[in-house]
């Protein structure tokens, strides 16, 4: 199993551009989440799906859109990025939603100019 | 509004001694708490988790206490090795009415541990 992965690993935007970032599991978890790190605050929740077809906003969701069309993928889209999303953002998953073990992806680190 | 916060941005011991990195919550809804241990470059990965009807939690050299009426957890690493040297962040999350989480973390800042040898 590759885990949780996540593309890019870098990638550096000037604001107004779109962009989204790829997040792809295969250990059949129903559960998936975009978390953005911060310096000083740690990991905050953007936005979250509990099944393919099924999203929900998190704690930070504006400026961020999220689908879910199949269980393996979740890409984040930014539409218009700023530079206030300057950040490393992290997708995590889990079998289900209760389950205390999410498994996080390795980071996209972004850069918005 | 940080509902989880670690107060030490940092943590330094000495390889055999003991770690004690501390995290404290506001809201008494959480009920299951969990610390995360992270590489530079790398994402957060699962360490000790435990539940509110327990005050402790234990798997190998890492014990989490937790302190209700204080809103307090702990972690404890002993042997601390320089293996351990990362950022650790505390998270909480609630059960909501229905029994059934939905995986929504709250994290506090995070420690950065170093370990001497």
């Known amino acids: 199993n590759a885990g949780v992965t996540q593309t890019p690993k870098f990638q550096v935007l000037k604001t107004g551009q779109s962009m989204t970032l790829q997040c792809a599991q295969d250990?059949?978890?129903?559960?998936m989440s975009w978390y953005r790190q911060d310096p000083g605050m740690g990991l905050r929740l953007i936005h979250y799906?509990?099944?393919?077809?099924?999203?929900d906003q998190g704690e930070v969701p504006n400026g961020y859109n999220v689908s879910r069309s199949t269980t393996e993928d979740f890409p984040l889209r930014l539409l218009s990025a700023a530079p206030s999303q300057t950040s490393v953002y992290f997708c995590?998953?889990?079998?289900?939603?209760?389950?205390?073990?999410?498994?996080f992806g390795p980071g996209t680190r972004l850069t918005v100019l | 509004d940080q509902q989880v916060k670690q107060n030490s941005p940092s943590l330094s011991v000495q390889e055999g001694r003991i770690s004690i990195l501390n995290c404290d919550y506001t809201?008494?809804?959480?009920?299951?708490f969990l610390w995360y241990k992270k590489y530079p470059a790398e994402g957060p990965t699962f360490l000790i988790s435990i539940s509110s009807i327990k005050d402790k939690n234990e798997d190998g050299r890492f014990t989490v206490f937790l302190n209700k009426s204080a809103k307090h957890l702990s972690l404890h690493i002993v042997p601390s090795q320089p293996g351990d040297s990362a950022v650790y962040f505390c998270a909480a999350r609630r059960t909501n009415a229905g029994g059934t989480s939905y995986g929504k973390l709250t994290f506090g800042q995070g420690t950065i541990l170093t370990v001497h040898p």
């Open positions: 799906s509990v099944g393919a077809g099924i999203t």
């Open positions: 995590a998953s889990s079998y289900r939603p209760s389950t205390d073990t999410q498994y």
């Open positions: 809201n008494s809804m959480f009920d299951y």
């Open positions: 250990m059949n978890h129903e559960y």
